[in-house]
């Protein structure tokens, strides 16, 4: 059973910084690509970043610069560092990940992904 857990959110002034991590689990984590996404109220979850197999990652352009994306394959644990965080980014930030029954790459299409976690608030105040 697949099971994504998100951790690390919550409140922090504009221009701090957060982490984030999602443990993983059910799956062979290495062989996975894995990504971030996050949703605000009333909008569709927006690709954030992702990371390969073989640690190569990618960015949307809203956080190019101030986010990183890492992942730890032998603790199963995937993170986001954000820095110079601005009120634009508050919202739920999700890990996901496809099944192994599709192709194993990086995608920024939320539907091109299977297993998604429960979400972790990341809130920016002004």
């Known amino acids: 059973q697949v099971q994504l857990v998100e951790s690390g959110g919550g409140l922090v002034q504009a221009g701090g910084s957060l982490s984030v991590s999602c443990a993983a689990s059910?799956?062979?984590?290495?062989?996975?690509?894995m990504h971030w996404f996050r949703r605000t109220p009333g909008k569709e979850r927006e690709f954030v970043a992702a990371?390969?197999?073989?640690?190569?990652?990618t960015y949307a352009d809203s956080v190019k610069g101030r986010f990183t994306i890492d992942r730890d394959n032998a603790k199963n644990t995937l993170y986001l560092q954000m820095n110079s965080l601005k009120p634009e980014d508050t919202a739920v930030y999700y890990c996901?990940?496809?099944?192994?029954?599709?192709?194993?790459?990086?995608?920024?299409?939320?539907?091109?992904?299977?297993?998604w976690g429960q979400g972790t608030q990341v809130t920016v105040s002004s």
């Open positions: 996901a990940t496809m099944s192994s029954g599709r192709l194993l790459t990086i995608s920024r299409r939320a539907d091109d992904l299977d297993y």
């Open positions: 059910g799956f062979i984590f290495s062989d996975h690509p």
């Open positions: 990371i390969s197999r073989i640690g190569i990652s």
